[in-house]
């Protein structure tokens, strides 16, 4: 079946170091999305991407989605200490409502 | 908007007993959506419903674990009985319907078998 992958699975940075998270689909993907969760908390939003090759900034985030909506990833400049959490790609299941959740990278900074 | 709205937001019981968690989506989304979240296992989707129809129940882990959404407002996700390998973090999530879509999560209830 469609499955969605992510690594790392964790990444404990020294705070101002950047961070990068992966994020792999079996199959070509329509659009992926990414969400936050703080420790504790619910999924956020953060972004969708929809275009191939397509590109987004979020002031220190940067989304990238692959020339084949295949992959995508997130980097994060400088990371800071609010940005502890963990990172979640998800991409919709063939043509339906239903999202694949990719494992998710933990994020750790050390302040 | 106040959100999706969850309750309870902990909840602690016996094995064997029944357990009813209660979600109220954003008013005006046609889409609905119950996970599961443990460390082992991840986010996991039990079922969502569209236009308050069960679509696709295929997460749902046994007989055990039942979902309803008797209107546009609300919806119950109820376990009957109770197992400590139930215990996990349960969000609802809704969506506006359309595959592009974001979804929109509750605070999730925390529930505890004992």
């Known amino acids: 079946g469609q499955q969605v992958m992510q690594i790392p699975q964790y990444q404990h940075v020294q705070e101002g170091e950047d961070f990068t998270t992966y994020c792999n689909s079996s199959?070509?993907?329509?659009?992926i999305q990414w969400y936050k969760q703080r420790p504790g908390g619910h999924p956020v939003f953060l972004i969708q991407?929809?275009?191939?090759?397509e590109v987004k900034k979020q002031k220190r985030l940067t989304f990238q989605f692959g020339e084949a909506k295949k992959n995508s990833s997130l980097h994060i400049t400088a990371t800071q200490t609010t940005d502890v959490g963990t990172y979640f790609c998800?991409?919709?299941?063939?043509?339906?409502?239903?999202?694949?959740f990719g494992s998710g990278t933990r994020l750790l900074v050390r302040p | 908007d106040a959100g999706v709205i969850q309750s309870p937001r902990h909840e602690v019981t016996e094995m064997g007993q029944e357990v009813t968690l209660r979600c109220k989506p954003i008013?005006?989304?046609?889409?609905l959506f119950w996970y599961r979240q443990t460390m082992m296992r991840g986010l996991e989707l039990l079922i969502y419903?569209?236009?308050?129809?069960?679509?696709?129940d295929s997460g749902m882990p046994e007989d055990r674990f039942s979902a309803k959404m008797p209107n546009a407002s609300f919806s119950t996700l109820k376990i009957q009985p109770s197992e400590p390998r139930d215990s996990a973090v349960y969000f609802c999530?809704?969506?506006?319907?359309?595959?592009?879509?974001?979804?929109?999560f509750g605070p999730g209830t925390r529930l505890t078998v004992l």
């Open positions: 991407l929809v275009k191939s090759g």
């Open positions: 419903f569209n236009n308050n129809v069960p679509i696709d």
């Open positions: 998800a991409g919709p299941l063939d043509s339906s409502y239903k999202l694949i």
């Open positions: 999530a809704s969506s506006l319907g359309t595959f592009t879509d974001t979804q929109y």
């Open positions: 008013s005006g989304h046609n889409s």
């Open positions: 199959t070509t993907l329509s659009n």
